[in-house]
T-cell receptor
């Protein structure tokens, strides 16, 4: 069974204090790993897709990396507007397998 | 990217009644999904909405409780039937154009059953 574990559950940072969120996964063949941002009361907003180990994607203060067992979402010099829950999801290569989500990391950035 | 609109955005319903949630995508998509997100929890897939055929349900979800329609490539509905307080949750519609691509989400429907 495909599984995703995210850590930490919650993270509190000072504005400008860089850090990383972790997503560990087990999957029977990786079709893709996805990062989403979710603000309270809203649906998840797509950030990145990673397909193979060694791949990296960047967007503003966010950078996602992938190994064969985990992915990291690095946040450089965060701002209060980066406060949100960050969700990681994987899709395996088995036929018709759905996206499997982790429970997310709730990030708070304090000014 | 696809823009997904859900209606209603929230509702408060009496137990024993049913609620139908609508999901409209601004472009044709191959795949549409329905998720449930309970407070403080992550997303759980209810079913894949198949155009022109019966939805594919995940373990623990059945058609009698969560009937789904998908009459075309841009629209789907989820009905939550014979509701109980345990059905109080956020229901999310999602769409994707293939298994290798990202899925996009609507803003969700916050359902409270009293």
């Amino acid at each position: 069974e495909d599984q995703v574990t995210q850590s930490p559950e919650a993270l509190r940072l000072q504005e400008g204090e860089s850090s990383s969120l972790n997503c560990s996964y087990t999957v029977s063949g990786l079709r893709g790993l996805f990062w989403y941002r979710q603000d309270p009361g809203k649906g998840p907003e797509f950030l990145f897709t990673l397909y193979s180990a060694g791949e990296e994607k960047e967007k503003e203060r966010l950078k996602a990396t992938l190994t064969k067992k985990e992915s990291f979402l690095h946040i450089t010099a965060p701002k209060p507007e980066d406060s949100a829950t960050y969700l990681c999801a994987v899709r395996g290569t088995r036929r018709n397998t759905p996206l499997v989500f982790g429970k997310g990391t709730r990030l708070s950035v304090i000014a | 990217s696809a823009v997904i609109s859900q209606k209603p955005s929230r509702d408060i319903c009496q137990r024993g009644t049913s609620l139908t949630i609508q999901c409209q995508v601004d472009s044709q998509v191959t795949m549409m999904f329905w998720y449930r997100q309970q407070p403080g929890q992550s997303l759980t897939l209810i079913a894949t909405a198949n155009q022109g055929s019966e939805a594919t349900y995940e373990s623990g979800f059945v058609i009698d409780k969560f009937p789904i329609s998908r009459p075309n490539l841009t629209f789907s509905t989820l009905t939550v039937s014979n509701m109980s307080p345990e059905d109080s949750s956020i229901y999310l519609c999602s769409a994707a154009n293939g298994m290798n691509t990202e899925a996009f989400f609507g803003q969700g429907t916050r359902l409270t059953v009293v």
